[in-house]
């Protein structure tokens, strides 16, 4: 499947909303971001991304003060939710998105589990879930993380615009 594809449906809400999304993402390296871009007149709601594969690059390219993160734990849908609202808000966006796993073969310092990945989508209404897919393979891991950034992306959205017409 085309980076385009899955993130069609995501850029029609986007577009017919007038609404706009920012990016930050770790194990999927840009691929959200990318995804989001390949649909012709991404310009009318990407505002930006960033890749926070490293705790340097976290605190470069996140405007995130440090005590916003005490007492969370790492690879949690906590910290996908304080990523999500601060690249939203940074970028000032109507929806923020944060991805954060291992995508393999190896573990990290955060996690021993291989295939788990954090994601979070804020914005007027919040959500997240955690994705296992029990695999070490590394560019599938990625591939299907993005997935289902993309899906809780339009499930959100659908579910704000349920909300805000009900």
Do not use: C
């Amino acid at each position: 499947m085309g980076l385009e594809t899955s993130a069609l449906p995501v850029a029609a809400l986007l577009k017919s909303r007038r609404e706009t999304v920012a990016i930050a993402e770790s194990s999927t390296g840009g691929l959200i971001a990318a995804s989001l871009l390949a649909v012709p007149g991404a310009s009318a709601y990407f505002l930006g991304g960033v890749v926070i594969y490293t705790r340097e690059s976290r605190k470069v390219f996140l405007n995130l003060p440090q005590e916003k993160l005490k007492g969370v734990k790492p690879l949690t849908e906590d910290m996908a939710r304080i990523f999500a609202e601060t690249v939203r808000a940074d970028l000032n966006a109507t929806w923020g998105v944060a991805e954060l796993g291992v995508a393999g073969p190896g573990t990290t310092p955060y996690s021993d589990e291989v295939g788990i990945s954090v994601i979070a989508v804020a914005g007027p209404i919040t959500a997240s879930e955690t994705v296992r897919t029990g695999s070490d393979n590394r560019e599938e891991n990625m591939h299907q993380f993005t997935e289902q950034a993309l899906l809780l992306l339009k499930a959100t959205l659908e579910q704000y615009q349920t909300e805000a017409t009900s």
